[in-house]
């Protein structure tokens, strides 16, 4: 089994930045991607950002530009760096791993952003 815990969470003003960053351990022999997803409160799961290599990058539409996602192997860690938050970017981010087609998933930690 692979255990995700996620970090950094809490509230900003908007435009503000704030940095969340996930730690893996456990069973972990070939991780295939990491990266993080978000859900606001009524809505579904959404992609954020997720990475298998540095030139492997995929960002949802609405953070382009203004999100960063990084990857540590040796550490088993990815972080996101997230610019000029906006009250829409309100939500628990999870973080998630996939390896050999399995999906895990963080408990999720909770970016709240205030007009």
């Known amino acids: 089994q692979v255990q995700l815990v996620e970090s950094g969470g809490g509230s900003v003003e908007a435009g503000g930045s704030m940095r969340i960053s996930c730690q893996a351990s456990g069973d972990i022999y070939s991780i295939h991607q990491m990266g993080w997803y978000r859900q606001a409160p009524q809505k579904q799961r959404e992609l954020v950002a997720v990475i298998s290599t540095a030139e492997n990058i995929n960002y949802g539409g609405s953070v382009q530009g203004r999100f960063t996602i990084s990857r540590a192997d040796a550490k088993y860690t990815v972080n996101l760096q997230m610019n000029n938050l906006q009250p829409d970017d309100t939500a628990v981010y999870y973080c998630?791993?996939?390896?050999?087609?399995?999906?895990?998933w963080g408990p999720g930690t909770q970016v709240t952003v205030s007009s």
């Open positions: 998630t791993l996939i390896q050999r087609r399995n999906n895990f």
